[in-house]
C-alpha cells in the first residue's frame, strides 16, 4: 500500500486546467442529513451538468445523422459526473468539513471534469493503489478481472470508473497529497478528459 508524504499524480493529471469560455463549479457541504437522504441529490445534480453542458455545446449537428450530438453530451455528461460524484461522496471522510467539488470545463471538442474530495488516508491509500493497477494494466484485461471481483463479491470492483474508460473512452488524471494540519485526511483530485 502506498503511503504519502507528499502529492503523487497518475495518468493525465494536470493542476493547470486551461480557461474556458464555459465552466460551472457546484460544491456539497458536508451535512448532517443520511447519506441515502441526500444520494437522489448527486443524480440530480449530474443531470443539471449534463442539460447545462448540453444547451451550451458548441459543436455543429451532423446533418442526416441519427445521433443527436446535444443528446449525446447530454447523457455522457449525466452518467460520467454522476459516477464521479458518487465516488466522491462515498469515500470522502465524514469527519471532515470540506466540501466534496465538481467543476466542469467545456471546450470545442473535449469536457474536463474537476472532483475534489477528502478521504481518510486509509481509504486514500487503497484507491491509489488501484490506479497504481489501472495505469499500469491493460484495460480490457482489467475490466475483466473486475467484473469477476463485481460476481464473486471479492472487493471492491471499481467498475463505474471502468465503464467510464470503457465505453466513453475518458481519460483520467489522479492527485493524491496530504492535507495540512490533517495528517490522516488525503486530499484526492480526480479530473476526466472527455473528447466530444
Not at 499524480?9 to 441526500?38: N, V
Not at 480490457?140 to 471499481?158: F, P
Request: hydrophobic share 40%.
Amino acid at each position: 500500500m502506498m503511503q504519502f508524504s507528499s502529492a503523487h499524480t497518475f495518468g493525465h493529471f494536470t493542476d493547470e486546467i486551461p480557461d474556458s469560455d464555459e465552466h460551472l463549479t457546484l460544491q456539497f457541504s458536508p451535512g448532517r442529513a443520511p447519506r441515502k437522504r441526500r444520494w437522489s441529490n448527486f443524480g440530480l445534480s449530474a443531470d443539471f451538468l449534463g442539460d447545462y453542458f448540453a444547451a451550451f455545446f458548441p459543436g455543429d449537428e451532423v446533418p442526416d445523422s441519427k445521433i443527436n450530438r446535444k443528446d449525446t453530451i447530454k447523457s455522457s455528461v449525466s452518467y460520467i459526473a454522476n459516477e464521479l460524484l458518487e465516488n466522491a461522496v462515498k469515500y470522502n471522510d465524514e469527519g471532515v468539513n470540506w466540501p466534496v467539488t465538481i467543476s466542469l470545463y467545456l471546450y470545442e471538442q473535449e469536457i474536463i471534469f474537476h472532483v475534489v474530495n477528502y478521504a481518510n488516508r486509509n481509504t486514500a491509500n487503497k484507491y491509489c493503489d488501484f490506479v497504481q493497477e489501472l495505469v499500469a494494466s491493460d484495460i480490457d484485461d482489467l475490466y475483466m478481472r473486475q467484473l469477476e471481483k463485481t460476481a464473486t463479491g471479492s472487493g471492491e470492483s471499481h467498475m463505474g470508473l471502468l465503464t467510464m474508460i470503457n465505453d466513453y473512452s475518458a481519460r483520467f488524471g489522479w492527485k493524491f497529497q496530504t492535507v495540512a494540519h490533517e495528517p490522516d485526511v488525503m486530499q484526492v483530485d480526480v479530473v476526466a478528459y472527455l473528447d466530444v
